[in-house]
T-cell receptor
């Protein structure tokens, strides 16, 4: 069964550093998303991406965040200057204009 | 603002019991309601319910959607310890080319042997 692949599975970074979280969505999918889950809290929408541009972003997705699909297969989330409160599990997801969603296994980001 | 409320927040049962998990929602431009099981990491898909499919069943799991009353339930019969997980309910809205999901806080189900 096709999978959404995320790397790394765990990243530790110092406050103020830039991080890039990587995702390889399912190849024939058209819509890509990033969600995050702070420990003990609900899964929250960050951003959706379609046709090489952001289609919607949440209030969380401020100027410190950016997304890119640099080469037609990878989909990245960049956090420019990490803060302690950015520590969370980040999930990438994709779908194909049907109703279902496939999530990746997540990247646990720890900001120290 | 879209809203999803799940109840109960946690539940402890014995193997063999039947459980019912609840999800109520408020969403603009409703497209679908989805149930996920989250064990350690990524949510894994269980069911999707839409206007054209308001009841789904897979093995011991089943779900219904009441679009009039804006809620859904997930039933698990003959529970097993492997059913222990957080069950997430999410609603998708269809704002143009975007299928954003709004999640509830989840129900933590613990099945004891």
């Amino acid at each position: 069964e096709p999978e959404v692949t995320q790397t790394p599975s765990h990243q530790v970074t110092q406050m103020g550093q830039e991080v890039i979280l990587r995702c390889v969505p399912i190849s024939n999918h058209l819509y890509f998303y990033w969600y995050r889950q702070i420990l003990g809290q609900k899964v929250e929408f960050l951003v959706s991406f379609y046709n090489n541009e952001i289609s919607e972003k949440s209030e969380i997705f401020d100027d410190q965040f950016s997304v890119e699909r640099p080469d037609g297969s990878n989909f990245t989330l960049k956090i420019r200057s990490t803060k302690l409160e950015d520590s969370a599990m980040y999930f990438c997801a994709s779908n194909d204009d049907s109703y279902g969603y496939t999530f990746g296994s997540g990247t646990r980001l720890t900001v120290v | 603002e879209d809203k999803v409320v799940q109840s109960p927040l946690s539940l402890v049962v014995h193997e063999g019991d039947t459980v019912t998990l609840n999800c109520s929602y408020e969403v603009t431009n409703f497209r679908s309601l989805l149930w996920y099981k989250q064990e350690k990491k990524a949510p894994t898909f269980l069911f999707m319910l839409t206007s054209s499919g308001i009841e789904k069943k897979s093995g011991r799991l089943s779900s219904i959607l009441d679009k009039k009353e804006l809620f859904s339930i997930l039933n698990i019969t003959a529970t097993q310890t492997g059913d222990s997980a957080v069950y997430l309910c999410a609603v998708a809205n269809s704002g143009g080319s975007n299928y954003k999901l709004t999640f509830g806080k989840g129900t933590l189900l613990t099945v004891n042997p």
